[in-house]
């Protein structure tokens, strides 16, 4: 199994960003995929989570309206694109597969990739 995020990278404040996350190894399409984000001293924060069809999704309100999920099961890929970008969201990303749960509930997750890094600053 595999989980490979890219995308990361520098970006200024008000810029976008869109994050990719390569999986391999399962059954794509039948797996939630959940971005989840650390910042460096901090807990890791869920972001948002798309279902398995991708017909549902859900954010975390630090992101709603800047931050959009997006799936292509054909493509076992999972996006994660960011606009409106703040010094807040500097974090390390890492995408999250889960067989059977969609929420927020990190200890949940079967699969994790290994993060990819974003800064926002001037």
């Known amino acids: 199994v595999q989980l490979v995020e890219s995308g990361g990278g520098l970006v200024q404040p008000g810029g976008s960003l869109r994050l990719s996350c390569a999986a391999s190894?399962?059954?794509?399409?039948?797996?939630?995929m959940s971005w989840v984000r650390q910042a460096p001293g901090k807990e890791r924060e869920f972001v948002g989570a798309?279902?398995?069809?991708?017909?549902?999704?859900t954010y975390a309100d630090s992101v709603k309206g800047r931050f959009t999920i997006s799936r292509d099961n054909a493509k076992n890929t999972v996006y994660l694109q960011m606009n409106s970008l703040k010094p807040e969201d500097t974090a390390v990303y890492y995408c999250?597969?889960?067989?059977?749960?969609?929420?927020?509930?990190?200890?949940?997750?079967?699969?994790w990739g290994q993060g990819t890094q974003v800064t926002v600053s001037s």
């Open positions: 190894g399962f059954t794509f399409s039948s797996y939630v």
């Open positions: 999250a597969a889960a067989r059977a749960y969609y929420g927020r509930r990190q200890e949940e997750y079967n699969y």
């Open positions: 798309i279902s398995w069809s991708g017909g549902s999704t």
